[in-house]
Protein backbone atom coordinates (compact mmCIF):
# COMPACT_ATOMS: atom_id res chain seq x y z
CA UNK A 1 0.00 0.00 0.00
CA UNK A 2 1.28 3.24 -0.94
CA UNK A 3 1.74 5.03 2.70
CA UNK A 4 2.88 8.93 3.57
CA UNK A 5 4.29 9.43 7.03
CA UNK A 6 5.25 12.57 8.75
CA UNK A 7 6.81 12.83 11.99
CA UNK A 8 6.69 14.37 14.84
CA UNK A 9 3.23 15.24 14.50
CA UNK A 10 4.08 18.20 16.80
CA UNK A 11 7.43 20.15 17.07
CA UNK A 12 7.51 23.51 18.76
CA UNK A 13 10.85 26.01 18.50
CA UNK A 14 11.71 29.01 19.85
CA UNK A 15 11.77 31.97 17.46
CA UNK A 16 15.09 31.95 15.10
CA UNK A 17 15.37 28.75 15.08
CA UNK A 18 16.13 26.74 11.65
CA UNK A 19 13.86 23.73 12.04
CA UNK A 20 13.30 20.63 9.17
CA UNK A 21 10.31 18.57 9.12
CA UNK A 22 9.83 15.47 8.17
CA UNK A 23 8.15 13.08 5.14
CA UNK A 24 8.46 9.36 4.14
CA UNK A 25 6.90 7.73 1.71
CA UNK A 26 6.60 3.53 1.07
CA UNK A 27 7.06 3.28 -2.90
CA UNK A 28 10.12 5.37 -4.53
CA UNK A 29 8.12 5.54 -7.93
CA UNK A 30 6.92 8.82 -7.25
CA UNK A 31 5.89 11.92 -10.34
CA UNK A 32 6.04 14.33 -7.70
CA UNK A 33 6.12 15.60 -4.16
CA UNK A 34 4.18 18.80 -3.04
CA UNK A 35 4.70 20.53 -0.04
CA UNK A 36 1.80 22.41 2.05
CA UNK A 37 0.48 24.49 4.73
CA UNK A 38 -2.53 24.86 6.35
CA UNK A 39 -3.44 27.34 9.15
CA UNK A 40 -6.16 26.47 11.62
CA UNK A 41 -10.02 26.28 9.86
CA UNK A 42 -8.22 27.38 6.81
CA UNK A 43 -7.94 25.61 3.33
CA UNK A 44 -4.18 24.36 2.01
CA UNK A 45 -1.73 26.13 0.38
CA UNK A 46 0.41 24.92 -1.87
CA UNK A 47 4.44 25.85 -0.80
CA UNK A 48 6.60 23.73 -2.79
CA UNK A 49 6.43 21.32 -5.48
CA UNK A 50 9.57 18.68 -6.11
CA UNK A 51 9.08 16.49 -9.44
CA UNK A 52 10.99 13.17 -9.32
CA UNK A 53 13.74 14.08 -11.35
CA UNK A 54 14.93 16.99 -8.69
CA UNK A 55 16.53 17.17 -5.35
CA UNK A 56 15.45 20.24 -3.96
CA UNK A 57 13.32 23.36 -4.76
CA UNK A 58 13.58 26.53 -2.76
CA UNK A 59 10.85 29.81 -2.15
CA UNK A 60 12.51 32.15 0.60
CA UNK A 61 12.72 30.72 3.39
CA UNK A 62 11.65 26.86 2.50
CA UNK A 63 14.10 24.82 1.03
CA UNK A 64 12.59 20.82 0.32
CA UNK A 65 14.54 18.20 -0.52
CA UNK A 66 13.72 14.48 -2.26
CA UNK A 67 15.70 11.75 -2.08
CA UNK A 68 13.48 9.17 -3.87
CA UNK A 69 15.75 5.92 -3.00
CA UNK A 70 15.48 6.28 0.26
CA UNK A 71 12.17 7.40 0.06
CA UNK A 72 11.94 10.98 2.01
CA UNK A 73 11.44 14.12 1.58
CA UNK A 74 12.26 17.81 4.23
CA UNK A 75 10.95 20.83 3.97
CA UNK A 76 13.61 23.09 6.11
CA UNK A 77 12.54 26.48 6.93
CA UNK A 78 15.31 29.08 7.78
CA UNK A 79 15.16 31.37 10.67
CA UNK A 80 11.49 30.32 11.69
CA UNK A 81 9.35 33.29 12.40
CA UNK A 82 5.82 32.86 14.97
CA UNK A 83 4.13 33.08 11.72
CA UNK A 84 5.37 30.09 10.29
CA UNK A 85 3.29 28.28 13.30
CA UNK A 86 0.54 25.88 10.91
CA UNK A 87 0.12 22.59 10.01
CA UNK A 88 2.68 21.51 7.07
CA UNK A 89 1.37 18.87 4.79
CA UNK A 90 3.31 16.36 2.56
CA UNK A 91 1.45 15.08 -0.52
CA UNK A 92 3.16 12.46 -2.91
CA UNK A 93 1.63 11.55 -6.83
CA UNK A 94 2.89 8.52 -6.95
CA UNK A 95 3.42 6.74 -10.33
CA UNK A 96 0.92 5.43 -11.91
CA UNK A 97 -1.81 7.44 -9.63
CA UNK A 98 -2.81 9.74 -12.41
CA UNK A 99 -3.52 12.67 -10.20
CA UNK A 100 -4.34 11.27 -7.23
CA UNK A 101 -2.09 13.07 -3.87
CA UNK A 102 -1.58 10.60 -0.98
CA UNK A 103 -1.17 13.05 1.90
CA UNK A 104 0.73 12.31 5.11
CA UNK A 105 -1.25 13.45 8.47
CA UNK A 106 1.51 16.53 8.76
CA UNK A 107 3.16 18.09 11.63
CA UNK A 108 1.60 21.08 13.73
CA UNK A 109 3.98 23.41 14.00
CA UNK A 110 4.70 26.05 16.62
CA UNK A 111 7.21 29.08 16.96
CA UNK A 112 6.74 30.46 19.98
CA UNK A 113 8.06 34.75 20.09
CA UNK B 1 -7.27 34.81 -10.69
CA UNK B 2 -9.84 34.31 -7.36
CA UNK B 3 -8.72 30.77 -6.64
CA UNK B 4 -10.88 27.60 -6.11
CA UNK B 5 -14.33 29.33 -4.55
CA UNK B 6 -16.21 27.08 -2.51
CA UNK B 7 -19.42 27.54 -0.27
CA UNK B 8 -20.86 27.33 1.68
CA UNK B 9 -17.96 27.85 3.97
CA UNK B 10 -20.10 26.67 6.97
CA UNK B 11 -23.27 23.99 7.06
CA UNK B 12 -24.39 22.97 10.23
CA UNK B 13 -27.84 20.32 9.26
CA UNK B 14 -29.62 17.47 11.14
CA UNK B 15 -29.37 14.44 10.52
CA UNK B 16 -31.57 12.68 7.53
CA UNK B 17 -31.26 16.28 5.49
CA UNK B 18 -29.68 16.70 2.38
CA UNK B 19 -26.60 18.51 1.96
CA UNK B 20 -24.94 20.24 -1.27
CA UNK B 21 -21.98 21.50 -1.60
CA UNK B 22 -19.94 23.75 -4.28
CA UNK B 23 -17.16 23.97 -5.77
CA UNK B 24 -15.58 26.62 -8.66
CA UNK B 25 -11.98 25.43 -10.11
CA UNK B 26 -9.93 27.86 -11.27
CA UNK B 27 -10.42 29.08 -14.49
CA UNK B 28 -8.57 26.77 -17.20
CA UNK B 29 -7.94 23.98 -14.54
CA UNK B 30 -9.30 20.56 -15.98
CA UNK B 31 -9.10 18.55 -13.14
CA UNK B 32 -11.16 18.47 -9.98
CA UNK B 33 -10.98 16.51 -7.23
CA UNK B 34 -12.97 16.50 -3.92
CA UNK B 35 -11.54 15.69 -0.51
CA UNK B 36 -12.86 15.29 2.84
CA UNK B 37 -10.12 15.86 6.37
CA UNK B 38 -11.03 14.59 9.59
CA UNK B 39 -9.08 14.34 12.75
CA UNK B 40 -8.70 10.22 12.44
CA UNK B 41 -8.48 9.78 8.84
CA UNK B 42 -6.55 13.07 7.75
CA UNK B 43 -7.31 14.00 4.07
CA UNK B 44 -8.90 11.49 1.86
CA UNK B 45 -9.69 11.95 -2.07
CA UNK B 46 -13.55 11.14 -2.64
CA UNK B 47 -13.82 11.58 -6.10
CA UNK B 48 -12.13 13.42 -8.83
CA UNK B 49 -12.98 14.75 -12.69
CA UNK B 50 -10.94 15.27 -16.01
CA UNK B 51 -12.95 17.52 -18.11
CA UNK B 52 -16.07 17.22 -15.70
CA UNK B 53 -15.96 13.25 -16.46
CA UNK B 54 -15.76 11.89 -13.06
CA UNK B 55 -12.19 9.20 -13.50
CA UNK B 56 -12.01 7.42 -10.27
CA UNK B 57 -15.09 7.50 -7.35
CA UNK B 58 -13.33 4.99 -5.41
CA UNK B 59 -12.76 7.26 -2.54
CA UNK B 60 -16.28 8.10 -2.25
CA UNK B 61 -17.42 6.33 1.23
CA UNK B 62 -20.98 4.99 0.56
CA UNK B 63 -23.77 5.20 -2.16
CA UNK B 64 -25.20 8.51 -0.34
CA UNK B 65 -22.41 10.79 -1.73
CA UNK B 66 -22.69 11.61 -5.05
CA UNK B 67 -21.03 14.56 -7.13
CA UNK B 68 -21.65 16.39 -10.57
CA UNK B 69 -19.82 18.51 -12.76
CA UNK B 70 -22.19 19.45 -15.28
CA UNK B 71 -19.63 22.32 -16.54
CA UNK B 72 -15.52 23.24 -16.45
CA UNK B 73 -16.79 25.94 -13.97
CA UNK B 74 -18.91 24.04 -11.46
CA UNK B 75 -18.66 21.17 -9.22
CA UNK B 76 -20.95 19.84 -6.58
CA UNK B 77 -20.84 17.15 -3.60
CA UNK B 78 -24.28 16.15 -2.15
CA UNK B 79 -24.86 13.70 0.60
CA UNK B 80 -28.16 12.65 0.92
CA UNK B 81 -29.60 11.45 3.72
CA UNK B 82 -26.45 13.40 5.65
CA UNK B 83 -25.53 11.29 9.18
CA UNK B 84 -23.31 12.61 12.23
CA UNK B 85 -20.75 10.40 10.86
CA UNK B 86 -20.25 12.97 7.66
CA UNK B 87 -19.00 15.94 9.94
CA UNK B 88 -16.00 17.05 8.67
CA UNK B 89 -14.07 19.68 6.33
CA UNK B 90 -14.73 18.64 3.07
CA UNK B 91 -12.10 20.73 0.76
CA UNK B 92 -12.15 21.08 -3.84
CA UNK B 93 -8.82 21.47 -5.73
CA UNK B 94 -7.67 21.94 -9.17
CA UNK B 95 -5.06 21.58 -11.02
CA UNK B 96 -4.54 21.98 -15.19
CA UNK B 97 -3.03 19.24 -16.91
CA UNK B 98 -0.45 20.86 -18.41
CA UNK B 99 2.62 21.80 -16.83
CA UNK B 100 3.20 20.45 -12.85
CA UNK B 101 0.01 19.77 -12.03
CA UNK B 102 0.21 21.85 -8.67
CA UNK B 103 -3.01 21.16 -6.98
CA UNK B 104 -4.42 24.29 -5.15
CA UNK B 105 -7.52 24.05 -2.81
CA UNK B 106 -10.03 26.38 -1.70
CA UNK B 107 -11.21 27.12 1.40
CA UNK B 108 -13.26 24.49 2.63
CA UNK B 109 -16.82 23.64 3.55
CA UNK B 110 -16.97 22.67 7.06
CA UNK B 111 -19.95 20.72 7.35
CA UNK B 112 -21.62 19.55 10.99
CA UNK B 113 -24.80 16.75 10.79
CA UNK B 114 -26.17 17.47 13.92
Known amino acids: KQEVTQIPAALSVPEGENLVLNCSFT??????LQWFRQDPGKGLTSLLL?????REQTSGRLNASLDKSSGRSTLYIAASQPGDSATYLC????????????FGSGTQLTVLP | DAGVIQSPRHEVTEMGQEVTLRCKPI?????LFWYRQTMMRGLELLIY????????DSGMPEDRFSAKMPNASFSTLKIQPSEPRDSAVYFC????????????FGPGTRLTVL
Open chain 1, 50 to 54: IQSSQ
Open chain 2, 93 to 104: ASTPSTGYNEQF
Open chain 1, 27 to 32: DSAIYN
Open chain 2, 27 to 31: SGHDY
Open chain 1, 91 to 102: AVRFSGSARQLT
Open chain 2, 49 to 56: FNNNVPID
